[in-house]
């Protein structure tokens, strides 16, 4: 099957709830009038938004737009792929995170062909307590099918033995995943559309809509502008929103973040911080530049530090609603307690914001207030562990405050000349979501864009913007004479080095090791264990169905031609016990990928496969200068 991902879209023009565009089932459970549950359309997959691709005995994932399938929801579908070196390989793609409320149900559109190469599917869910818990089907069908299930004990059972959990959903969930597992070796994987939820949840005192946005951020040469919303409506009421957009000419590639529609903008960017440690003021103002490599770190001294302070000036007093933090390396630092300040001298905690957890809190996470209060200086203590002092202690990489929408203007930005700009107008029926595809009327030709958006319901406004880019036209004929190259690993990615102009690919996993699992024995299939590449279909793919020049890298030495000690760890860095086993592996991928055709006595395949006339050249081995014996690929002179 060709190349695509999975998809939890937002897009269409209508709500689904209307029998034309309906894209969940009549019969489903999630379709039912329940007043009692809120239906949520789960991350906009369409911007390639999967969290986390992984798999067991499953190898050279990817996650691409689906070619030549209808979607079900929106303008695309993706398809999540793999190759299985045993039967029962499983991919596992991550979807989303943090689903709210009591999850009652989940549901997704899935399509399978006569190549997909699966036994079972299903969803996979990480719940409260850590727990992996997976629900499969048989994948007995062709097309599209729809695939609900209920979150139950019977329905969910462990994805593998975890003896100190308790084999039930808690709730809530903190992921959804798909999963599946291959019906034999090879290539395995199908399309996904329209990841949809049926929860119990609270409706939401802060505000009654919330509104998303696509995150596609270009288009290819001479199509028009295409930005996709998903509106959900947390209320027992219907609502109708006003959608306004522009789209201008951005020479200056605008970059202002957008304002959160409830906490409004960042104050904490670009402001004044400062680190004291032991009394020492230190100039450092990496929490407030939002630079995610950056970040204060003591220097090293053994059994030394129990506290360090940071300090953060807004410019003037705020009414501070909400403190983000983003953790770099959260294992360098602890407990927290925040003090405010309207003077700069005299501080006050703030009850609420004290001894919080800031170990191994990885990414983005908010800490409060429950309550707002004002100031314009922060005092941020961070503290060691009470046992012992601390070697280093290290600061978060930024934070992020907020003092709400009041004092903002939700207006559209001016970033250039106006190419098109319109507005439309979409209702959602009560406790459910409606989804909307603002599309240009006009072809753009290449260059930046800057798209806007304006919704409005009420009182309540939400404004999104982004950078929009046209791509160039591709070349028509890229040869061998190109000097642009690019060192590569994934073949799922040809088509964008194509798209770039590159002409050459140099590929790192045609290893000697990966091609022959003993002497004399030579396999290019993927069937050489435990790596599974398929050396044939990877070359073909970058040869022949995107044109582009190939260079392979043959290096490591399998264990049996390895000059290394006896179960030395680093066997493959070693060069071969005999060379003239290394020149029968180069002459092997020569006689096989190079231009002329040989007789079956010289070739060490099962399937006596040569001149296949896809290879030009080989490089032989691999960057002579890391030599060092326990871990560089070229071990010796």
């Given at each position: 099957m060709k190349k695509s991902i999975l998809a939890i879209f937002i897009c269409g023009i209508a709500n689904f709830l209307t029998a034309e565009h309906q894209f969940i089932p009549l019969d489903s459970k999630i379709s039912a009038k329940e007043n009692t549950l809120q239906k949520l359309l789960l991350n906009p997959m369409e911007d390639k938004g999967i969290l986390h691709k992984g798999g067991w005995h499953m190898n050279e994932l990817s996650a691409e737009p689906a070619e030549n399938v209808q979607p079900k929801v929106g303008s695309v579908a993706l398809t999540l792929q793999g190759t299985a070196d045993i039967r029962g390989g499983k991919g596992d793609f991550s979807l989303t995170d943090n689903i709210p409320g009591n999850c009652r149900y989940l549901g997704i559109w899935v399509y399978l062909d006569e190549n997909s190469n699966i036994h079972k599917l299903g969803i996979q869910i990480h719940d409260s307590e850590g727990e992996a818990m997976l629900a499969l089907v048989p994948a007995n069908w062709k097309g599209w099918k729809w695939i609900e299930v209920e979150l139950?004990?019977?329905?969910?059972?462990?994805?593998?033995?975890?003896?100190?959990?308790?084999?039930?959903?808690?709730?809530?969930?903190?992921?959804?995943?798909?999963?599946?597992?291959?019906?034999?070796?090879?290539?395995?994987?199908?399309?996904?559309?329209?990841?949809?939820?049926?929860?119990?949840?609270?409706?939401?005192?802060?505000?009654?809509?919330?509104?998303?946005?696509?995150?596609?951020?270009?288009?290819?040469?001479?199509?028009?502008?295409?930005?996709?919303?998903?509106?959900?409506?947390?209320?027992?009421?219907?609502?109708?929103?006003?959608?306004?957009?522009?789209?201008?000419?951005?020479?200056?590639?605008?970059?202002?973040?957008?304002?959160?529609?409830?906490?409004?903008?960042?104050?904490?960017?670009?402001?004044?911080?400062?680190?004291?440690?032991?009394?020492?003021?230190?100039?450092?103002?990496?929490?407030?530049?939002?630079?995610?490599?950056?970040?204060?770190?003591?220097?090293?001294?053994?059994?030394?530090?129990?506290?360090?302070?940071?300090?953060?000036?807004?410019?003037?007093?705020?009414?501070?609603?909400?403190?983000?933090?983003?953790?770099?390396?959260?294992?360098?630092?602890?407990?927290?307690?925040?003090?405010?300040?309207?003077?700069?001298?005299n501080y006050t905690s703030i009850s609420d914001l004290q001894n919080i957890n800031m170990h191994k809190r990885w990414g983005i996470f908010t800490i409060g207030p429950k309550k707002p209060f004002k100031a314009r200086f922060l005092k941020l203590h961070f503290k060691g562990r009470e046992e012992k002092k601390e070697n280093v202690i290290r600061m978060p990489t930024s934070i992020m405050i907020y003092d709400g929408t009041a004092d903002e203007n939700l207006n559209i930005p001016k970033v250039g000349l106006e190419i098109e700009q319109g507005n439309k107008k979409i209702t959602v029926p009560p406790k459910n979501f409606a989804t909307l595809s603002l599309l240009g009327s006009k072809p753009l030709s290449t260059g930046a864009y800057f798209i806007a958006v304006h919704a409005k319901y009420e009182k309540i406004v939400q404004l999104f913007y982004k950078n929009y880019f046209v791509m160039p036209k591709p070349l028509e004929k890229i040869t061998e004479s190109s000097r642009f190259g690019i060192n590569v690993s994934t073949p799922s990615l040809a088509k964008f080095h194509k798209k770039m102009g590159m002409g050459w690919v140099r590929f790192e996993n045609m290893k000697w090791a990966f091609i022959s699992p003993e002497k004399d024995k030579y396999a290019f299939d993927g069937s050489v264990k435990p790596w599974g590449v398929d050396e044939d279909q990877i070359i073909k793919d970058y040869t022949q169905k995107y044109q582009l020049n190939y260079l392979p890298y043959v290096f490591q030495s399998p264990r049996w031609a390895s000059s290394a000690p006896p179960n030395h760890k680093n066997f493959r860095g070693f060069p071969p016990e005999d060379y003239k086993d290394y020149g029968k592996c180069i002459f092997q991928i020569v006689a096989r990928y190079g231009s002329k055709k040989h007789s079956d006595d010289k070739l060490l395949t099962d399937d006596k496969l040569s001149g296949m006339n896809m290879i030009k050249v080989i490089e032989l081995w691999n960057e002579p200068n890391l030599n060092a014996e326990s871990w560089g690929p070229w071990v010796g002179s």
């Open positions: 139950n004990s019977e329905t969910f059972k462990q994805s593998y033995r975890q003896k100190d959990k308790n084999s039930k959903i808690d709730l809530p969930l903190r992921s959804v995943h798909f999963a599946w597992f291959a019906k034999a070796p090879g290539i395995s994987g199908c399309i996904v559309d329209g990841l949809v939820a049926s929860t119990e949840i609270n409706k939401r005192a802060d505000n009654v809509i919330i509104i998303k946005a696509s995150k596609n951020e270009y288009t290819e040469n001479a199509t028009p502008f295409k930005t996709d919303l998903c509106i959900t409506n947390y209320s027992n009421n219907p609502i109708s929103c006003i959608i306004n957009y522009s789209i201008q000419e951005n020479s200056t590639l605008y970059n202002k973040k957008v304002p959160d529609p409830q906490y409004g903008r960042n104050h904490a960017l670009g402001i004044k911080s400062w680190v004291e440690v032991n009394g020492n003021k230190i100039e450092d103002n990496s929490l407030t530049d939002e630079d995610l490599s950056t970040a204060y770190r003591t220097p090293y001294k053994k059994n030394f530090y129990s506290e360090v302070f940071q300090y953060v000036d807004l410019g003037k007093e705020r009414n501070i609603k909400k403190i983000d933090f983003n953790s770099g390396d959260a294992n360098w630092c602890w407990g927290m307690d925040v003090l405010a300040s309207s003077d700069g001298k």
